[in-house]
Nanobody, 115 residues
Framework: QVQLVESGGGLVQAGGSLRLSCAAS????????MGWYRQAPGEQRELVAV???????NYADSVKGRFAITRDNAKNMVYLQMNSLKPEDTAVYYC?????????WGQGTQVTVSS
């Protein structure tokens, strides 16, 4: 079992920045991919960014150049630095990890960007 705890969400004006953090605990030795997804009201959950244990990253086109995902394998942490935020980035952001072949999700953290 893996437990995920997110932090760092909040309310920010357009053009501002936020940094999300996610702490993983439990059977972390089996974690490979870590990432962030988001879900806006009435929308499906979508990928924001993922990073492998080796540091390879993948981003949604909508956030490329504005968001950066990093991880600290020693601390079992994954981060999402969000810059130049737009109102359309407003959503609940979920931390996700792939533990062997199973996905685990955090409880979500709200990010609201005002115009």
């Amino acid at each position: 079992q893996v437990q995920l705890v997110e932090s760092g969400g909040g309310l920010v004006q357009a053009g501002g920045s936020l940094r999300l953090s996610c702490a993983a605990s439990g059977g972390t030795i089996g974690i490979n991919r870590m990432g962030w997804y988001r879900q806006a009201p009435g929308e499906q959950r979508e990928l924001v960014a993922v990073i492998t244990r080796g540091g390879s990253t993948n981003y949604a086109d909508s956030v490329k150049g504005r968001f950066a995902i990093t991880r600290d394998n020693a601390k079992n942490m994954v981060y999402l630095q969000m810059n130049s935020l737009k109102p359309e980035d407003t959503a609940v952001y979920y931390c996700n990890v792939l533990y062997f072949t199973r996905d685990y999700w955090g409880q979500g953290t709200q990010v609201t960007v005002s115009s």
